[in-house]
C-alpha cells in the first residue's frame, strides 16, 4: 500500500531544521516559502510538506520531513536531497472510520525511491520523542543509494515505515527501484544483493484457467451459468464459506481457482484500497475531482469519460497484478441534508442528476463489450444512506423510516438508473436499516426490488462490517449464525468481514441456511470474476491494456477540463482579474497550498502531480504565500504574516473551506458555517487588501455548502467561488478562472442554505416533502424547499450573458395521458429506455463580450406543484454547451420528455399520469413551455 517516485521540483531552495512536532501538531506546515510539498495522508494523520528557504538558490538541497502518528506515539522521519537526487513521498491508502482495532485500521508503509545514481544523504533516526524534543540519529552520511541500502541491511533499527499490515516492523529505509516493488520480507536481502535479484518474478499466465480440473468452466464457448455451475458444484463447503466470508477470499488450490480481493475502490479515479497498490509499473492514476465538483459541471460527456478513464486505468492495473476487477464506487445516494458528512462523494441532491451521472459513470467504467467487462462499478449504498454519526445515532444502527411515495419519487431512482440504465454488476447494501430491516438482510429490496423489478444480474456486497450490523446493533435475527443466513438469503452475496465466514457453517447445521442457498451467492461472485475475463486468457479484449495506457496526456487533460467547468462563481464584483496589472498576488488560507485536501475524502489515489492554489496563482503573478490559520485551531499566530501580504500584494486570493476534519465518514457536520478563526482571518485580511484597494478574491474549498452571508455582504470581498475538492489540476483551473484564463460555468448541484434552516432540523427525519408537524418544516432540497436560499440548485455565475430562446416557433404541445400510462405499465424494467413523449428545443446565444461555456438546465413544475407531495419543479434534461464566442448561437438543444418526466409519484409509491398544464422552464430565463396532458 506504498509508493514512491521521482519528482523534480519546479523552484529552487535550502534546507532548514526539521522540526520536531508535539503529539498535538498532527501535520508539518511550511514555515517558509515552499520548494514543493510533498502531500501524503493517512489513517490518523500524515501529512509531509517541505521547509524552505525563501533566499534559495539552489534546487535541489530541501528537506522534507513527515510525522506518522500511530497509537498517539509520533515518529518523525527525514531525508535531504542532494544534486541530482530527487525524492517524492506517497502514502495512498484507505480506511474507514469505526472500530479501528477489529475493523478498518489498515496499515500504511512509507517507501522512499531516491532516483539516479548520484550521492544522496541517508538520515536515520530512532528514538523520536517528539514531546521531548529528543531524536537519537543512528547515522547521516553521504553516500549513494545502494551504500545507504546496504547499511540499513547492517542495521534493524533502520526503520522508515513503523505500521505494516500487520503493525509489524519493516526494515528497510531506502529501497533502489529494483527494490520497490518487494515483500517487506525481502527488502533487506534485496538492497544487500545483487540488484538483478530484486525484480520481481515475472507474472503467471494472464487470466489462466485450470482446464484440466474444470473443463466446462473454462469453456468460453459456455454461457456463464453453465460454467460458474461446474465450479460451484465442484466446491465443498467450507470452500463456498469462505468465498462469501471475507472481502478477501482464499484461493482453492485444489481446483487451481486464485485468490481474490473484492474490495477496490474508484470514487474519483482508481483509489489506494486493499485490492489497490500503486506500485511500479503503474505507479500513479488520474485523480478526477470529488463526485460534488464533477458533477457541477452538469457536462454528461465528463461523466462518461471521467468513467472511462478511471475503467481503463482500472484494467490496466489489474492486468498488471495491482489491482483486483471490483470497485465500489460510483456513490449516488441522494443528498436530503447539506450536513451530511458524506456528500462530497455523491453527484448531489436531485435524483435526476444523480441518475444521469451514475449512467455515465458506470457505463464509462464497465466498458461496451457485451460479454467482458472492462472493469465492475458498483453503485452505493443501497439504500436510504445519508447520515454518519449526528445526535448520538450512528449510520451502524439508524433506521431510515422511508415514505412509499419519496421512495419511489427520490431514493430509489439513482439506484434503479444504475440497474436498469447502466446494467451496474454490483450493489452494495448500507449500514442502516430502511423502515425496520437492515438493508443487508432485506430481501424485499436486494432480491424483489432489484433482481426482479429492474433485472439486476450482479452481485451484492455489505458494506464493511454491515453484515455484522445486521446482528449488532440491529439486533435482527436470534442468534448470529440467524442473521448471517438472513443476508445470504436475502440476496447479499459477499460480506466485506468475517461475519459471514464466522456464522454460516453454524447457520447451515442449525437449518437457517441451505446449502443451495449459500450456492446462489457463491455463483453470483464467480459470475464477476467470469465477466471480467479473469479466466479466459486473451479473448478477453481489455487484457490488452498495458502501463502505457494509464496516465496519459489525454487523462490529465480530463482532469483539468472537470474543475474547469465545475468550479461555481457565486458572487463577484470584479473578475477576471488582470495578469498584466497585478504582479503580486498574497495566496493566503489553509486550503491555499495543501494538495491533499485538494483530493477529499482518503479514497484516493497517487496522482502524478498535484497543482495547488498557491502553485496555479503563481502561473499568473508572483505569489506570496501565507496559510495564516488552520482549518479549525483557534491558533492566530499566522494571522499578521497574513496581513501583512495582504497589504503589500496587488491582490489577494484567500482559499478556505473545509477538509476531512470536518466533513468525512462517520462525521457529520453541525453547522453551515466556516469555523471561527476562518472567518476572523477573511475579515482582517480582506480590510488590510482594501486599504490599498487592492481585490480580494475568496475561494471556498469544500465538499458542503457553507452560510456565505456575511462574506456577500462584505463590500471588501471582490468575489466568491465554490471549489469543491478539485482533483490533481483543482489550483491550476481556480486560478485560470481568476484571471480570465477560463470563465466559470459550473453550477451548484446543491441548495445553498442558510444557517438558520438547521434549526430544530433532524437528520434522522427521511422526509423531504414541508410538513408542520415533523422537523421539516420548510422542505428539503429544491424540490420541496420552500423558503429563501443562498443559492438556489443550479445557480452559477458568468463571465458572460447567455439568452435562452425557443428553437423554432411555438412549442406547445399536446401529449395523451394514455400513452404515458401505457409507457408507465411496461414496467420499471423498461425506464430510461422508454421512447420520448414530448420534446422542447432551445437555442443558447452568448450576448456578452466573453467567450465562455455554459449548461442549460430544464425543469418540468407539474399541474398541483408545490402540494400533496408533487415537488415545486424537477430537472428533467441539461446540456452543456462549449465554448460560445461573443454573440455565437448553439445548435438546438433538445430536450425529450418521457412518461416519467409527465408524471407524478403517488402516495402509495406508483407513477401516474395527471390531465392538465405542465410548464417546463429553463435555467438562467424566464422562457417557458407548455405541454398540455389531455
Not at 469555523?675 to 474549498?701: E, N, R, S
Request: hydrophobic share 40%; aromatic share 8%.
Amino acid at each position: 500500500m506504498w509508493q514512491c517516485r521521482a519528482h523534480r521540483r519546479p523552484a529552487p531552495c535550502t534546507p532548514t531544521p526539521p522540526a520536531c512536532m508535539t503529539q498535538a501538531a498532527l501535520t508539518l506546515r511550511p514555515r517558509r516559502q515552499m520548494c514543493r510539498p510533498v502531500y501524503v495522508q493517512g489513517l490518523s494523520v500524515l501529512v509531509g510538506e517541505s521547509e524552505c528557504s525563501s533566499s534559495s538558490s539552489s534546487l535541489e538541497h530541501c528537506t522534507y520531513s513527515s510525522v506518522y502518528l500511530d497509537n498517539n506515539s509520533p515518529t518523525l522521519y527525514n531525508f535531504t536531497n542532494k544534486p541530482r537526487s530527487t525524492g517524492r513521498l506517497v502514502v495512498p491508502q484507505r480506511g474507514h472510520a469505526r472500530a479501528p482495532s477489529s475493523r478498518r485500521m489498515w496499515g500504511v508503509l512509507i517507501g522512499l525511491y531516491f532516483a539516479g545514481a548520484a550521492a544522496a544523504t541517508c538520515t536515520t533516526m530512532a528514538d523520536a520523542d517528539c514531546a521531548g524534543g529528543d531524536i537519537d540519529k543512528i547515522n547521516n552520511a553521504t553516500m549513494t543509494p545502494g551504500e545507504c541500502c546496504a547499511l540499513c541491511a547492517a542495521h534493524p533499527e533502520c526503520v522508515v515505515a513503523v505500521v505494516a499490515t500487520d503493525h509489524t516492523p519493516v526494515q528497510c529505509m531506502l529501497k533502489s527501484a529494483e527494490c520497490v516493488s518487494q515483500p517487506s520480507a525481502n527488502r533487506i536481502k534485496c538492497c544487500s544483493t545483487d540488484p538483478a535479484q530484486c525484480r520481481p518474478p515475472p507474472p503467471p499466465p494472464p487470466y489462466a484457467c485450470p482446464k484440466a480440473l474444470l473443463p466446462r468452466f473454462c469453456n468460453v464457448s459456455l454461457g456463464i451459468g453453465d460454467r460458474v455451475a461446474e465450479l460451484v458444484g465442484s466446491m465443498t463447503t467450507a470452500e463456498k464459506i469462505a468465498q462469501v466470508g471475507s472481502n478477501g477470499v482464499p484461493t482453492i488450490e485444489r481446483l487451481g481457482i486464485p485468490s481474490y480481493q473484492w474490495w477496490g475502490e474508484a470514487l474519483h479515479g482508481v483509489c489506494s484500497s486493499p485490492s489497490v497498490t500503486f506500485r511500479p509499473p503503474t505507479p500513479n492514476g488520474t485523480s478526477f475531482p470529488e463526485p460534488i465538483g464533477t458533477a457541477s459541471s452538469f457536462d454528461k460527456e465528463l461523466f462518461h469519460a471521467a468513467g472511462k478513464v478511471v475503467g481503463k486505468e482500472a484494467r490496466v492495473m489489474m492486468n498488471v497484478g495491482n489491482a483486483g476487477g471490483t470497485f465500489w464506487a460510483p456513490n449516488i445516494n441522494i443528498v436530503k441534508d447539506p450536513r451530511w458528512g458524506r456528500l462530497q462523494e455523491t453527484p448531489g441532491e436531485d435524483p435526476y442528476l444523480s441518475s444521469v451521472y451514475a449512467i455515465a459513470y458506470v457505463t464509462g467504467i464497465q466498458g461496451t463489450d457485451t460479454s467482458y467487462l472492462q472493469a465492475s462499478s458498483c453503485c452505493k449504498h443501497f439504500a436510504a444512506y445519508s447520515e454518519e454519526n449526528w445526535g448520538g445515532v450512528t449510520r451502524y444502527e439508524f433506521d431510515a423510516i422511508v415514505s412509499p411515495q419519496e421512495w419511489a419519487d427520490t431514493y430509489s431512482v439513482p439506484f434503479q438508473a444504475c440497474v436498469v440504465g447502466a446494467n451496474v454488476s454490483g450493489l452494495m447494501c448500507s449500514y442502516n436499516a430502511m423502515n425496520g430491516i437492515p438493508t443487508c438482510a432485506d430481501h424485499g429490496l436486494l432480491s424483489t426490488t432489484a433482481r426482479e423489478d429492474w433485472g439486476f444480474d450482479g452481485y451484492v456486497t455489505g458494506d464493511c462490517g454491515a453484515a455484522a450490523d445486521v446482528w449488532d446493533p440491529h439486533h435482527y435475527g436470534k442468534t448470529p449464525a440467524e442473521s448471517a443466513a438472513d443476508t445470504i438469503k436475502a440476496g447479499m452475496d459477499v460480506d466485506c468481514g468475517s461475519f459471514l465466514q464466522s456464522n454460516l457453517a453454524t447457520a447451515l447445521t442449525a437449518g437457517d441456511l441451505t446449502e443451495a442457498q449459500l450456492d446462489v451467492a457463491v455463483a453470483h461472485l464467480f459470475s464477476i470474476r467470469v465477466r471480467l475475463g479473469y479466466f479466459d486468457g486473451a479473448v478477453n479484449p481489455y487484457s490488452t491494456l498495458t502501463p502505457n495506457d494509464i496516465d496519459v496526456p489525454a487523462h490529465q487533460a480530463l482532469a483539468l477540463r472537470a474543475p474547469r467547468e465545475g468550479i461555481v462563481l457565486l458572487e463577484n464584483r470584479g473578475l477576471p482579474l488582470s495578469s498584466s496589472i497585478l504582479k503580486t498576488v498574497a495566496v493566503i488560507g489553509p486550503n491555499s497550498n495543501d494538495g491533499g485536501t485538494m483530493q477529499g475524502v482518503d479514497c484516493h489515489g497517487v496522482p502524478p502531480y498535484l497543482i495547488t492554489p498557491a502553485m496555479g496563482v503563481g502561473q499568473f503573478a508572483s505569489v506570496t504565500h501565507v496559510n495564516g490559520c488552520g482549518i479549525s485551531s483557534p491558533n492566530m499566530s499566522e494571522f499578521p504574516a497574513a496581513v501583512q501580504a495582504a497589504a503589500t500584494t496587488d491582490a489577494t486570493v484567500l482559499v478556505m473551506g473545509l477538509d476531512q476534519s470536518q466533513e468525512y465518514e462517520m462525521r457529520d457536520r453541525t453547522t453551515l458555517l466556516l469555523p471561527p478563526v476562518q472567518t476572523q482571518l477573511i475579515h482582517v485580511v480582506a480590510a488590510a487588501a482594501a486599504a490599498k484597494g487592492a481585490p480580494v478574491v475568496l475561494a471556498l474549498m469544500c465538499g458542503g455548502v457553507i452560510d456565505v452571508s456575511e462574506f456577500i455582504d462584505n463590500p471588501n470581498i471582490t468575489a466568491i467561488l465554490w471549489v469543491g475538492y478539485p482533483g490533481q489540476s483543482g489550483g491550476q483551473a481556480l486560478a485560470e478562472i481568476i484571471f480570465g484564463a477560463v470563465a466559470p460555468s459550473g453550477r451548484t448541484p446543491l441548495t445553498w442554505y442558510p444557517n438558520s434552516y438547521l434549526a430544530n432540523l433532524s437528520m434522522y427525519d427521511m422526509g423531504l416533502q414541508p410538513n408542520a408537524s415533523s422537523t421539516v418544516k420548510q422542505g428539503r432540497t429544491y424540490r420541496y424547499f420552500t423558503g429563501s436560499p443562498l443559492y438556489p440548485f443550479g445557480f452559477g455565475r458568468s463571465y458572460t450573458t447567455f439568452q435562452i430562446t425557443e428553437a423554432s416557433g411555438d412549442l406547445a404541445a399536446v401529449v395523451s395521458s394514455a400513452d404515458i400510462a401505457a409507457a408507465i405499465a411496461e414496467g420499471p424494467k423498461a425506464r430510461f429506455t422508454t421512447t420520448a413523449l414530448a420534446a422542447v428545443a432551445v437555442h443558447v446565444e452568448n450576448v456578452g463580450d466573453t467567450m465562455s461555456s455554459t449548461s442549460v438546465l430544464a425543469y418540468v413544475s407539474a399541474p398541483g406543484a408545490g402540494a400533496n407531495g408533487i415537488p415545486i419543479r424537477s430537472l428533467v434534461g441539461f446540456e452543456r454547451v462549449s465554448l460560445l464566442a461573443p454573440h455565437e448561437t448553439s445548435a438546438t438543444l433538445s430536450f425529450p420528455l418521457d412518461a416519467y418526466a409527465l408524471s407524478i409519484v403517488s402516495v402509495d409509491g406508483s407513477h401516474v399520469a395527471v390531465k392538465g398544464d405542465w410548464t417546463i422552464s429553463f435555467s438562467d430565463t424566464k422562457l417557458q413551455v407548455v405541454i398540455t396532458v389531455v
